[in-house]
């Protein structure tokens, strides 16, 4: 009897399904962000690795990542491959979106280390996690311009696609941190105006553009609703707006899916995909 009891056992053993974790797909769309939990201490899809912490991995796509299957590499921490799975990277189907601007907001030029300074921020890893979900809208208006459109400027393509969320809101709005943080820039910049970047840690970090003025400093531990700035046309802008960007280990990531934010009625093209052979000519203004 035991003997049988036993053969059950293993038999139950061998038959039993593999864990989920290693049978389901892992598929994510452009802009998005894939967890799941993972004893490894890094990921890598084609060149770019990302750290995970504390047993869940954040894997951003990209906007610009073509869609299709890719090998997803499980690291340890001295760098070897534990598990290659595949990732598949699905469209997101983003529309286009005009954006008129005057001449001169269009011939600005970065100032002297704008581009790099926020490059190094958008880059942070700092390791104690210091952001939980869901993040708040930084200010109440809706978003007049949403994530991924590709950019035409003044009906020219820009090659740019929109690597965050406008909100409309009026000229002095206050806009507060959507998670805590620290505050590790605040400047005043020829492109993003009145600037301020929050690092959450463990590889997010958002900024906010095209302030009025500015109400924080570097170095700031911020909580949830802490006022950073207020909304204004600072920067390559075209009136009052907020320009949001969130950024997962520095990939820009779609803050639509991270906090509640609703699109205007009135100017928020189509979420729907267009057909394939008749790819959206449309346009619309962004304000
Ligand atoms: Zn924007």
Redesign the pocket.
Known sequence: MRALLCLILLLTLFLAPLPAAAQSPLAVKQGEVLRFATHAAFARVHDRKFPIYDGTALIPAAVIDKPGDYPLELLSADGKTLETRTLTILDAHYLTQNVALSKEVVELKPSPGETETVNALKHLESPAKLWAEPFLAPVPGCMN?PFGVQRYQNGKPTGNY?A???QRGPAGKPIVATAAGTVRMVRSYNIHGNVVGVDHGQGIVSIY?HMSKTAAHEGDAVKPGDVLGYVGATGRANGPHL?WSLYVHAVAVNPSKWAPLTACAATAPARKAPPKKAPAKKTRRAQ
Do not use: E, F, M, R
């Open positions: 311009s929109h965050g969320v406008d553009l320009h």
